[in-house]
């Protein structure tokens, strides 16, 4: 049974940071593209950040570039988050996500993901 735990959100000032991890199990993920996605109240679930299966790619929303890092410990089965500088809209519920195949370049629309954590909230205050 595959899961994704993700942990780590809570409340922070503007400015400050969070490291948002997501535990994977089930399923041997290292060699799975990860994602990163948040949903604000009223808004549709947008993609934040995706790492490859050795972590040797990375791509990020606009919106996140300069201020988030994911990383991946694949001896661990991990993916994390690093956070910085948030800003009141990046408050939301986080979700990590992993593709149905091993090995395959996926997209950054939630359809191409279809492993789901339960999403971990983070808000942020002005």
């Known amino acids: 049974q595959v899961q994704l735990v993700e942990s780590g959100g809570g409340l922070v000032r503007t400015g400050g940071s969070l490291r948002l991890s997501c535990a994977a199990s089930g399923r041997p993920f290292s060699y799975y593209t990860m994602g990163w996605f948040r949903q604000a109240p009223g808004k549709e679930r947008e993609f934040v950040a995706r790492i490859s299966w050795n972590g040797g790619m990375t791509y990020y929303a606009d919106s996140v570039k300069g201020r988030f890092t994911i990383s991946k410990d694949n001896a661990k089965n991990t993916v994390y988050l690093q956070m910085n500088s948030l800003k009141p809209e990046d408050t939301a519920v986080y979700y990590c996500?992993?593709?149905?195949?091993?090995?395959?370049?996926?997209?950054?629309?939630?359809?191409?993901?279809?492993?789901w954590g339960q999403g971990t909230q983070v808000t942020v205050s002005s």
């Open positions: 996500a992993a593709p149905g195949t091993a090995g395959v370049v996926v997209g950054v629309v939630p359809k191409d993901y279809e492993y």
